[in-house]
């Protein structure tokens, strides 16, 4: 059974990421935005026979991008690992990720993306919230880099109604309760003019997904 983790301080990100390499037999190849939960889950389960490879989370703004890179690190390690999980949903790949894990006999978390997983894919797709913006801890903290510089919000505010303006309330999605983290959502709701609404998700099936996995090997 899984257990909620504290969050990690990014000296602790580093350190424990580079303690939980070369130790087993299982590799989940992650989303970069999932790192920091995926290692707390490892941690806080005792997992030492499980490894960790990460992409650039940034590839979510670029999701053809995606396919290929899950394959070439499939490829790479392959020989290497009894078992080998991939630790992203379809993330706009458009079904093109779920073949390729069927092709190459891997399994992946179920889900159209993390906002969704994290809230729990029944739970999520019974909302049907269409004007809702969602931001999760990874995206709160790379709300600027992520968003607001590349869409050139900071340079051309103009473009916020051009972006945004069928939108109506920005989600926060919190995996961890962490209060710093809760005002700079609501600043980025402030920012977009966005209603702001704060959901303690936790990992949700992302949890449960990671679960089932390693109690498969």
């Known amino acids: 059974m899984s257990q909620t983790p504290e969050p990690f301080t990014d000296e602790q990100l580093s350190v424990d990421g580079l303690e939980l390499r070369d130790h087993g037999r299982v590799l989940l190849i992650a989303c970069g935005a999932l790192a920091r939960e995926v290692l707390a ?35 790479k390690y392959q ?9 992203y949903a ?12 069927d092709d190459m006999g891997v399994s992946m978390i179920s889900g159209p993306h993390c906002y969704s997983f994290y809230e729990g894919n029944t ?12 931001l999760t801890d990874f995206l709160v ?24 303006g069928n939108y109506t309330t920005l989600v926060y ?29 936790g990992f949700g099936d992302l949890a449960v997904a990671l679960d089932a996995m390693v109690e498969q090997t």
Not at 143 to 148: I, L, P, T, V, Y
Not at 179 to 199: G, H, N, Q, T, V
Request: with cysteine; hydrophobic share 40%; charged share 25%.
């Open 173 to 201: 999605q919190a995996q961890t309760q962490d209060p710093l983290l809760e005002e700079k959502a609501k600043d980025c709701a402030r920012r977009m003019k966005l209603i702001y609404e704060y959901r303690f998700t």
């Open 79 to 87: 020989s290497e690992y009894a078992e080998i999980f991939i630790i």
């Open 90 to 101: 379809d993330c706009g790949t458009g079904g093109r990720l779920q073949n390729l894990c």
């Open 41 to 75: 889950q490892i941690k806080a389960n005792g997992w030492i026979h499980v490894d960790l490879k990460c992409l650039p989370a940034i590839y979510h703004n670029e999701p053809n991008k995606i396919v290929p890179a899950v394959k070439a690190l499939i490829e």
């Open 123 to 134: 739970i999520f797709e019974a909302r049907e919230e269409l004007t809702c913006f969602y």
């Open 141 to 164: 903290r790379q709300f600027d880099a992520f968003f607001w510089r590349p869409m050139g919000l900071d340079r051309h505010p103009q473009l916020l109604q051009m972006y945004f």
